[in-house]
Every structure is written in C-alpha cells, then in structure tokens.
C-alpha cells in the first residue's frame, strides 16, 4: 500500500509521541550519548492540534504512523517542533515529504523566518534542512547537574521575583520581553505554559520593572527564560538555578545557547555538565541568543 500523508488527529499525538521517542533514543544510541527521551503527554502537541491544525503531519502505512511533523507559528516565524521517521524507515524520502507539508504550512501564514532545532551529529537532518535553505547557526547546549552538586555551590536569588499569572499585566510583560529577545510574541504559549503545562512560571523585577520571566517544571528543568537586556540574564539564571533546586527535584537542567557567554558560564561554574550537543538552523539570523534560554528543542 502506498504511505499516506495526512494531517494528524488528536488519538495521532500518543502513537507519535512513542514513535519520536524511538527515534530520538535510535539516534542518540547509536552515536553513544545512549537513550535521551522518554515518554512525555503530549500537551503541547494537543494545544498546538487545536490552534492550527495545519502544522501536524503523519505518514502512515495499513494503520502504522511511520513518521510524525509539528510545527507552529507565532508572528513571523515558523518552527518546526518535531521532524521524525520511524528508525526502520528512514532514508525513503518519508521526511523530505513530512517536511513538505509542513513547510506549506509556513508559506500558507507568510512566515519570514523559518527555524528548529536538531541534533549536532545529525549529518541526516541538518543536510535535508539545508537543502531547504535553512542553515546551521548557532550552537545549543544541554546541561545537567545533580541537586546535591549544585547545592553545595547554590547561588542566592539575585532578583525579586512573583509567580506568573495569566493577566492582562503579566501577558502584556511576556509579550514586550520576547518581542526583544525573538522578534515575536508568543502570548498563546505563555498562556499555555501558564494554564495548562504544569510548570511553575516566575516573573523576575528590578524595581518596580519586571525585566525577565523564566518556567521551572517539577523535573528540575529550567525555561523557556527570558529577559528584557542581556545584563539581565546572568541574575536570571542564578535565580532560576535557587528555585530550581528547591523544587526538589534530584535533578537541575538548563538548554543553553552557544552564544550565552554568561549563562554558560554561570552553568559550569555551578557543575553543569553538558549532556547533548543541539543546533539552531534557520532561513535568516533571527534572536537575540544572549537574553533567552529556549525549553527544548520543540517548544524552543
Ligand atoms: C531526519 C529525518 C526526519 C529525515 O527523514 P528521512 O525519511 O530519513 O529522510 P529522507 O529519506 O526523506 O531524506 C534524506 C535526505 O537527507 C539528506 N542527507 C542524508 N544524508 C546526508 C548527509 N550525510 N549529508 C547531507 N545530506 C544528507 C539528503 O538530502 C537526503 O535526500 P536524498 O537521499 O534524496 O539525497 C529522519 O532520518 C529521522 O527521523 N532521524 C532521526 C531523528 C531526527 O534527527 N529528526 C530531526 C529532528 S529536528
């Protein structure tokens, strides 16, 4: 039977999310960082389905989802969340399809800026993008450091902060920080993250001005974080470290730009190591990396 590609449906989004996981971990194995994914809801996806059905994709054969697509709008810019083939399928031109529509999808919102996220050691992925014209930019980094490490060297909260709500006011703050560090306004995301994510979101002030906001999830993972000037970040991520771990989890991890000359400093100074290499790729230079730490690779 030929493979069909069809957009995805809500009962799609859990068999997918199984197939990214297998496919991410079948990557990660075989270039000895071993299995990096694990099962998550997919409530990210579920929102996105239901604010633009138009950016999820399946290939499907008799009933068997062989490759998945997601990606979103906000502005401008069009992200391309998750790319993924099943691993015995891969090499058939599922993905160059997959990435096809997607793509419409970007064209279809007049979207200037297309970008993701891949792995660095993706020879695969990072050749089929640029055939697509969009480039490797900047490198991204996964870091990771035990509670009792980063405890022994845990930084003071170095700003007021208050938790985030969905307010008029709070919106308003999120929506002028990310106009300065991406470009765009990603005030459905924040509404998403805010309501229905289960991540603790924090706004950060100096004064009265509320110059930052970050998300801490109950697993230790600090971002997306934010802040309005890069003098900002390095007492942005030192709070969001404080919080982090006191939020009891065993572990505390960040997603870094390579650009980030003082987070990333900040990281290996407090025993961060670095798990997986990651990559920006994108049609044009876009963001300011100095003052925004994306979540992952999907939500950026
Ligand atoms: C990346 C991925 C989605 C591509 O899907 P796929 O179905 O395997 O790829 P296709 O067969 O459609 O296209 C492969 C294309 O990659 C490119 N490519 C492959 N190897 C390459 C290399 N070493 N150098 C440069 N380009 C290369 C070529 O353009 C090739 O097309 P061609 O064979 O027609 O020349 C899939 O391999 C996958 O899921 N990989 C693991 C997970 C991953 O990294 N996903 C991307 C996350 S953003």
Redesign the pocket.
């Known amino acids: 039977m030929p493979i069909v590609y069809r957009p995805a449906r809500e009962q799609d989004l859990a068999p997918a999310q199984e197939l990214v996981v297998r496919?991410?971990n079948d990557?990660t194995e075989r270039h000895g960082f071993g299995p990096m994914a694990s099962l998550r809801p997919t409530l990210f996806q579920s929102f996105s389905l239901k604010d633009d059905p138009d950016g999820l994709w399946v290939a499907e054969d008799a009933g068997e989802i062989l490759?998945f697509a997601f990606s979103w709008v906000c502005g401008d810019l069009w992200f391309?969340a998750e790319?993924?083939?099943s691993p015995d399928h891969?090499?058939?031109?599922?993905?160059?399809e997959l990435l096809k529509r997607t793509s419409d999808h970007a064209q279809k919102n007049g979207a200037i800026h297309r970008a993701?996220i891949?792995?660095t050691f993706?020879?695969?992925?990072q050749?089929?993008y640029i055939?697509h014209g969009m480039f490797p930019r900047l490198p991204l980094h996964n870091f990771n450091v035990t509670r009792e490490v980063l405890l022994k060297r845990l930084p003071e909260a170095q700003l007021r902060h208050a938790p985030l709500e969905d307010t008029a006011s709070h919106l308003q703050s999120l929506a002028h920080i990310d106009a300065q560090t991406l470009g765009v306004s990603r005030a459905k995301h924040h509404r998403h993250l805010i309501n229905e994510s289960g991540l603790n979101g924090v706004a950060f002030y100096a004064g009265d001005d509320c110059v930052g906001y970050a998300y801490i999830s109950p697993g230790g993972h600090i971002g997306p974080l934010g802040v309005t000037q890069p003098e900002f970040i390095g007492a942005a991520f030192k709070t969001a470290l404080h919080l982090a771990a006191h939020s009891g989890s065993a572990n505390i991890s960040a997603f870094i730009p390579g650009t980030s000359d003082a987070t990333l400093r900040i990281a290996v100074e407090h025993g961060m190591r670095i798990t997986l290499p990651m990559v920006l790729v994108s049609t044009h230079d876009f963001g300011n990396w100095s003052q925004y730490l994306p979540r992952n690779?999907g939500f950026m």
């Open positions: 496919s991410v990557l490759g391309l790319l993924f083939v891969q090499g058939r031109g599922i993905g160059q993701l891949t792995f993706n020879t695969v992925s050749g089929l055939r690779p």
